[in-house]
């Protein structure tokens, strides 16, 4: 197993100290040599790559991706150099039916394999360290997603980081669509940072970007929605290119609910 006075190195060459403490608290140890789930509690989620048949791309259960042996590939696996969770997301990949766009991305479930789907009301949080490793255009690293509860499949909320370094949080005005930009931070690419999208109390929405935080009031219009998390490398660039697209490397991800 890595010791932690390594990964204190290899996280100082490659500018991303500060990141151990919530390694720890997500993943007990950061081993380069693991598959992501060996690192990560990924009991709570399903990974969905840019792979398949049209319009239907391929996923993978929680069961799969769990442990040191669990599932990963040229889409999703383990940076050898720092233990790092890491997607890619090519400019040309197999795209769900509502979207242009090729996604490496996880899917929030429950422990017990059901689709997670949680009602508004309470504090939902989900938390992240990672940095974007390179983008064409722009990409969503973290979003809430609008569950049952009727025939709308937008998100409530995207966070996106574009190639110039900008953090855009994309806030759906209702679940017909009608998303507003409201820009949040700035970090250069290849830079770690962190985020924290929650919502409370069934109608507002917390954002906090690298210690700075916004509120986003929820129409009610999403009041008949569940909702739940998605995290990874969602591009937002499509073109015939397999070499082109979004890679992001996670150091921590959690998510909680109360």
């Known amino acids: 197993m890595t ?8 996280a100082s060459s490659l500018g991303i100290a500060g990141t151990l403490g ?19 509690n990924l009991s709570v989620w399903e990974l969905q790559e840019p ?9 993978i259960p929680s069961s799969e991706l769990q442990g040191a042996n669990g599932f990963q590939d040229s889409y999703f696996y383990t940076d050898s150099r720092d233990g790092a969770m890491t997607f890619w997301a090519p400019e040309k990949g197999v795209t769900t039916p509502n979207s242009n766009y090729a996604r490496s991305e996880l899917r929030e479930m429950n ?12 504090t939902h949080t989900l938390k992240a360290t990672l940095r974007v490793v390179s983008v064409t ?23 996106y980081v574009h190639s110039n370094g900008d953090i ?20 250069s690419v290849g830079k770690t ?15 906090t970007v690298n210690g700075s935080t916004t509120h986003y009031a929820i129409p ?16 937002q660039s499509s073109s015939d290119s397999t070499t082109n697209g979004a890679r992001v490397a996670f150091y921590g991800l959690t998510v909680a609910h109360s």
């Not at 919530?22 to 990560?40: K, W």
């Not at 855009?168 to 970090?187: D, L, M």
């Open 193 to 207: 940072w962190s985020y924290t999208i929650g919502v409370t109390g069934g109608d507002t929405i917390n954002l």
């Open 168 to 187: 855009v949080a994309g806030v759906e005005n209702s679940p017909s669509g009608g998303q507003t930009p409201h820009p949040v931070g700035h970090v």
């Open 22 to 40: 919530l390694l720890g608290t997500t993943a007990q140890a950061a081993s380069p040599g693991v598959a992501p789930g060996g690192n990560f």
């Open 111 to 122: 422990s017990n394999g059901s689709a997670a789907d949680w009602a508004l009301g309470g």
């Open 137 to 159: 255009s722009n990409v969503c690293v973290g979003q809430i997603h609008l569950g049952t509860g009727g025939s709308s499949t937008k998100p409530l909320i995207e966070l």
């Open 220 to 235: 009610s219009s999403f009041d008949p929605y569940k909702m739940y998390f998605k995290a990874g490398s969602y591009n």
């Open 3 to 10: 010791s932690r006075t390594t990964l204190v190195a290899l």
């Open 51 to 59: 792979v398949g048949s049209p319009g239907s791309p391929t996923t």
